[in-house]
Antibody, heavy 127, light 108 residues
Framework: QLQLQESGPGLVKPSETLSLTCTVS??????????WGWIRQPPGKGLEWIGS???????YYNPSLKSRVTISVDTSKNQFSLKLSSVTAADTAVYYC???????????????????WGQGTLVTVSS | QSALTQPASVSGSPGQSITISCTGT?????????VSWYQQHPGKAPKLMIY???NRPSGVSNRFSGSKSGNTASLTISGLQAEDEADYYC????????FGTGTKVTVL
């Protein structure tokens, strides 16, 4: 059974960089069939896609966050990571990692839906 | 990118059917058959209920069904049960992922 687990600091100071890691177990992050994504949810609010990565390192980012986001992958550890720079209180949220089946349409590869999710981790931005 | 539009709340009595709408544009919902739906109970991670507009993952009740017409996708829950009370989010996916505003389903 595939499992994803987020880890990282629960408290980050304003203007600093938020760093989270997602560890995948029960499956290989190097599979050619999946992207791996980050999604966040501010308290009491809706879901927001942050970005996704393929095992090769190819990335897609939400345009609204692109200037502050870096997603990387470590296939040797079966992990992928999120860095969000210059955080403010508005970045306080539960952060989820998830798997996305890859879809090919007319020869173009795109990310799919999110079929497996981690339990989420709350990150609070506060001094 | 603006979030897809969903009604804030929908309610129904046990055994009834309800439908949640998800409105986007021709660039997302209307452009491709790539719409998914997620159920989220309080304090829990979202759970995939529907993908590719109308497909159910293994283990999801057939009381949940999805459809699409033009720029609007819909999730129908038939035979409403108390356990269906949750937040529901739609999402479109192509070169990026876009979520809906979310709908709180209440079972009266």
């Amino acid at each position: 059974q595939l499992q994803l687990q987020e880890s990282g600091p629960g408290l980050v100071k304003p203007s600093e960089t938020l760093s989270l890691t997602c560890t995948v177990s029960g499956g290989s992050i190097s599979s050619s069939s999946y992207y791996w994504g980050w999604i966040r949810q501010p308290p009491g609010k809706g879901l927001e896609w942050i970005g996704s990565i393929y095992y090769s390192g190819s990335t897609y980012y939400n345009p609204s966050l692109k200037s502050r986001v870096t997603i990387s992958v470590d296939t040797s550890k079966n992990q992928f990571s999120l860095k969000l720079s210059s955080v403010t209180a508005a970045d306080t949220a539960v952060y989820y990692c998830a798997r996305q089946p890859l879809i090919t349409i007319f020869g173009v590869v795109i990310m799919g839906y999110f079929d497996y999710w981690g339990q989420g981790t709350l990150v609070t931005v506060s001094s | 990118q603006s979030a897809l539009t969903q009604p804030a709340s929908v309610s129904g009595s046990p055994g009834q059917s309800i439908t949640i709408s998800c409105t986007g544009t021709s660039s997302d919902v209307g452009g491709y058959n790539y719409v998914s739906w997620y159920q989220q109970h309080p304090g829990k991670a979202p759970k995939l209920m529907i993908y590719d507009v109308s497909n159910r993952p293994s283990g999801v009740s057939n009381r949940f069904s999805g459809s699409k017409s033009g720029n609007t996708a819909s999730l129908t829950i038939s035979g409403l049960q108390a356990e269906d009370e949750a937040d529901y989010y739609c999402s479109s996916y192509t070169s990026s992922s876009l979520f809906g505003t979310g709908t709180k389903v209440t079972v009266l």
